[in-house]
């Protein structure tokens, strides 16, 4: 560790690092503004192709076909600019950790920042389509299928997060296991729980169809699989360092 600082030293720092954190973010929203519309028409395109025939979402709030699109816009540059959020965000810890902590944390947050954008990956291009499909599929004859665009987003990003968290679940794992909290032994015999517990998320988070809720429990089965055999990996390396220290 270095040499202790002052408090107000520690908070002009951290001053210092939320004022880059939040320039980056601006400077990507700026970069993309002009592109607003064409960003949510890509966010909207697993919807738009399953709309019947001469079918568009509508907006019902009169300030949503400016507003709507900007909201957006700000979430995909606050995923873009992510990167450099967490930089500053370790410059700033990484001072005050040992060594060996370094190499537990920041392995971590890279892990976990990648699970997060392959869940949301994940529910754009397979979930989605499912979803949509289904829901096209089961409306009643008569009835149009003509989506709100703010209540479009607001399904979308409550998907987005749901994936996104449930494919946290190796790195929740390993520092369990880590910190002690469970061991090996524990992690294997909780397996039939766990695949209870991964079908009841799906069937709270997805849409009523069978297809989509497969498509979330058996992911959290594997990734919970995935943090059993990482959390070995980690065990062995500390096991190997000792023998070798």
Known sequence: MTEELPLLAHLIELRQRLVRALAGFFIVFLALFHWSGDIYHLLARPLLQHLPAGSTMIAIEVTAPFFVPVKVTMLVAMLLSLPN????????IAPGLYAHEKKLVL??????????FTGMAFAYFLVFPVVFGFMAAVTPHGVAMMTDIDKYLSFVLGMFVSFGVTFEVPVLVVVLARMGVVDIPQLKRARPYIIVAA???????TPPDMLSQLM?????????????????FMAWRKRKHAATS
């Open 199 to 205: 079908f009841v998320v799906a069937a709270m988070i």
């Open 216 to 232: 979330l429990a058996l992911p959290l089965c594997l990734l919970y699989e995935a943090g059993i055999w990482a959390a070995l």
């Open 107 to 116: 392995p971590l947050l890279l892990s976990s920042l990648l699970l997060f």
């Open 85 to 92: 959020t967490l930089y500053q965000l370790w410059a700033f």
